[in-house]
């Protein structure tokens, strides 16, 4: 029987050339960013348990974990740096010490890897003996007594040869202040990818154990965004463009693909996503157990949150993502 069915979606489906053809987005390795946990010390790898297939990696392995990627074709970074306790203070005066090993990594990489894009983490929690990213003062986190902190820990950065910062913290005003304090310096070509909606998440659990940044008492709700809002992430990001940012951030990114959509729509700007540490164990978990096929699932919702809108996806599948793709096993 023949039926009068003139359009036929299907025939732009019909062979993985074709797919190919048509297909609406592709998301290639160049378009990763790849997060790397740091610890301090000599020949050190230690495991993260609730993070399968990642590791905190001392300054010397540093080296061969970028050189790998840059074989796969990642070439952007972002560096967290796990600190021991003694060395957390109230103001986090470690994060721009002279000895600070996360900025000898820094110095390190920029001189053996000019062309590499290293983005920084800029937010006091990973320093603060509160574990909060903000100065803790009678259980408040203080916004104005944070941001000349933020400009210390941005400043030594930016001097360490980081190409990008990434204020993490969700203080208010930080992107004017950070941009400013940049340019004053000299620093005109160092950029400011700005957390711009990050979210108070469950999600952020294995990160925690990365780094043992958890807050001391309290949580994060009065600086990070409440899960239930849209519209203030469009101003966030509004504001962070009028305030200098180059890149604006939505994190996490698996549950808030529509406020990907929404930022994307609203500003000018790159967008990035940050497929975080919650997202991967998930599915990682998961795959361990044989409930689901954890590449497919992988590909699925790295698919997803750049098709939602963002330009630039940061995740911890880079290295499983781009090998896939560079074995032609990634539709493209």
Known sequence: MNYNIPHRPRRNRISAA???LVR?????????????????????????HSMPGIDRVSADILPA???A???LGIQSFMLFPAVPEQLKDKTATYSYAADNFYLSAIKDLKSRFPEICLISDVAMDPYNSDGHDGYVEDGNIINDKTLPILVQMALAQADAGIDMLGPSDMMDGRVGVLRSALDESGYTQTGIMAYT???????????????DSAPKSGDKKTYQMDYANKREAIREALLDQEEGADIIMVKPALSY???I???REHSILPVAAYNVSGEYAMIKAAAQ??????????????????????DIVITYFAKEYATLYREGKVEV
């Open 18 to 20: 074709v797919r190919n």
């Open 24 to 48: 609406e987005n592709t998301l290639p390795p160049s378009r990763l960013v790849y997060p790397i946990f740091m610890e301090d010390g000599k020949q050190k790898r230690t495991p993260i």
């Open 65 to 67: 974990e970028v050189e």
């Open 69 to 71: 990627a840059l074989a």
């Open 197 to 211: 909606a990050k979210y108070a998440s469950a999600f952020y659990g294995p990160f925690r154990d990365a780094l």
């Open 257 to 259: 693909l529509d406020v």
């Open 261 to 263: 959509a929404a930022v």
């Open 289 to 310: 157990n044989g409930w689901i096929d954890g590449t497919k699932a992988m590909l699925e919702v790295l698919g997803s949150i750049h098709r939602a809108g963002a």
